[in-house]
């Protein structure tokens, strides 16, 4: 009986894919930020920060158009390639990867050097501010041509869920740019986590049949293979953030102690908390020292003590593991040993996603 409401489950997910358009996922509130290409990436950082946007639209005046998204990953890309040619002393005026890319060489020379910059942090911080008030985005777009699969991804308001999903998922990218076909104006940003919020929402209302199944085993072993998926709370936040881009499977590092207890999380969009008062030393500081700073701002921020790293209890069902998805710190729902607090792995939203839709992400 479980296999056959499991099965009726993806059926009514798919249905509703193809019958919702990205209308009626699309923020009533929604703004977009545009940004043109002269302006400096310190200016673009701040903006996201301060409008606490997801992203923002790049816009070529020459051409009149709309060329890239800027989103949490652009503005971390940016940020860990900026402190990376300080430390290692290069000179971001030079075009190619050798410059601004924080590729697997220029991690590994990270991880050989002696930090010298470390030493002065102060120092360090001031220079990155400097560097990123320098760096004029048209230069950081020439640098990363290269390495950018795509331009902008974008969809009508009117098309389909359904079809912003294949769009995402044959460009790689994670979100689209929502377009008003009679204006022709950027109207929005969708994302598959707005998309999935929007499934699961609908989905967890259909029956006390579906509310009640248990995790599918095959989700759970998803989540369980991510038990080596975590970072030494004494390791350096610059490297295992540059690790984390590399990687491009998880837009998170789970935290633990050299004998395997669970810290916290460290989230892509946490830049915010360096970005914000410009305190780019914290690049400097160990993971265990940068979560410590963030649990401090949260209790002087209301509106992040809102939403704290939730955790799977056994015996949870899918319903109860959706809702603690959807509420959660980063939609990120952890799963750690009771008694000895052993970090064991987690699930994610796009995990959900991945098992129910067989949509498949960067």
């Not at 209308?23 to 673009?44: E, G, H, M, R, W």
């Amino acid at each position: 009986m479980e296999a056959e409401a499991e099965s009726i489950l993806h059926i009514t997910i798919r249905d509703f894919l193809g019958e919702n358009t990205i209308y009626n996922v699309l923020p009533l509130n929604s703004q977009v930020l545009v940004f043109d290409k002269n302006i400096t990436a310190y200016s673009v950082l701040s903006a996201l920060v301060n409008n606490l946007a997801d992203m923002g639209v790049m816009w070529n005046a020459q051409k009149s158009s709309f060329e890239t998204l800027i989103g949490f990953r652009d503005a971390l890309d940016l940020l860990l390639g900026v402190a990376a040619a300080e430390i290692l002393e290069v000179d971001d005026r030079r075009k190619g990867e050798e410059a601004l890319v924080p590729n697997d060489s220029m991690i590994q020379e990270l991880m050989n050097a002696e930090f010298q910059a470390f030493k002065k942090a102060s120092l360090f911080a001031d220079n990155v501010i400097i560097r990123l008030r320098n760096l004029r985005m048209k230069t950081w777009e020439e640098i990363m041509a290269g390495h950018r699969r795509n331009g902008l991804i974008e969809c009508d308001r009117e098309e389909t869920l359904a079809v912003a999903l294949e769009k995402m998922t044959d460009s790689r990218v994670k979100r689209v740019a929502v377009r008003d076909k009679d204006s022709a104006l950027i109207v929005g940003c969708v994302s598959m986590k707005d998309i999935l919020s929007f499934v699961v929402r609908f989905a967890t209302t259909q029956s006390d049949r579906h509310a009640v199944l248990p995790i599918p085993k095959a989700l759970f072993d998803k989540a369980t293979s991510l038990a080596d998926w975590f970072v030494y709370e004494d390791e350096l936040l610059l490297l295992n953030l540059c690790k984390m881009q590399r990687g491009g499977q998880n837009n998170f590092l789970s935290v633990v102690s050299r004998s395997g207890e669970y810290r916290g999380l460290i989230l892509r969009r946490d830049i915010i908390f360096i970005i914000r008062g410009d305190n780019y030393v914290l690049l400097s500081k160990t993971c265990g020292e940068f979560l410590a700073h963030m649990e401090e701002e949260r209790k002087a921020m209301w509106i992040e003590s809102i939403s704290g790293t939730e955790f799977y209890t056994e015996g949870d069902n899918l319903r109860i593991l959706v809702e603690k998805l959807l509420f959660s710190h980063g939609n990120v729902v952890t799963i750690v040993e009771k008694d000895s607090q052993k970090y064991k792995g987690v699930f994610t939203i796009s995990d959900l996603f991945d098992f129910f839709i067989g949509v498949k992400s960067d």
